[in-house]
């Protein structure tokens, strides 16, 4: 029988970018226009499989809400991916995303997958974030990279995929084979290699 493999995934960024559509359209395949902002946080599974494993996604989906923003670290300590969002109409909405990069950079776990989602390009008349900028932006970090509509259905299976093609495979040991995603750290940043 197939390996079963439990990957906790979180998702962050601003209010109303599209997190918890996101979600939804992946867990449930469907698309409420008037969803309610999280509140702290929201958690949702799905099993899928891949290849020859079951990966069944723990999904934290955080509040966007800044009130709430100092509760993210419970969320993406022991994640082994973060999805970012954004939202392709608002531009402060993607300044917000790279702090949240800073802030895993900083804090989250080394080898924790990250995935950009650059929400609602069902919208794109409405544009202010280039897909070429954040596509350029997130190959800098290693991220994957994805234009996404909840609403629409677009790229919403695909990132989860992109997660599980990125997180490491484990061999009949238990031991993980090949290399995680490594955000690179700032050099200034070694006190990380102590202790």
Request: aromatic residues 8%.
């Amino acid at each position: 029988d197939m390996e079963l493999r439990e990957l906790k995934v979180c998702l962050l960024g601003d209010t109303g970018v599209g997190k918890s559509s996101i979600v939804w359209r992946f867990v449930e395949d469907s698309f409420d226009p008037n969803i309610n902002p999280t509140i702290g946080a929201s958690f949702m599974t799905k099993t899928v499989q891949y290849q020859n494993e079951l990966h069944r996604f723990l999904i934290w989906d955080t509040a966007g809400q800044e009130r709430f923003r100092a509760l993210a670290p419970m969320y993406y300590r022991g994640s082994a991916a973060a999805i970012i969002v954004y939202d392709i109409t608002k531009e402060e909405s993607f300044q917000t995303l790279k702090n949240w990069v800073k802030e895993l950079r900083q804090h989250g776990p080394p080898n924790i997958v990250v995935a950009i989602a650059g929400n609602k390009c069902d919208l794109s008349d409405a544009r202010e974030v280039s897909e070429k900028d954040a596509k350029d932006y997130a190959d800098s970090i290693h991220a994957i990279f994805v234009e996404t509509s909840a609403k629409n259905a677009i790229n919403i299976n695909e990132v989860f995929l992109e997660i599980s093609q990125r997180i490491p495979v484990v061999d009949a040991s238990g031991a993980s084979a090949g290399k995680g995603f490594k955000l690179r750290r700032d050099p200034s940043d070694s006190r990380r290699n102590c202790c």
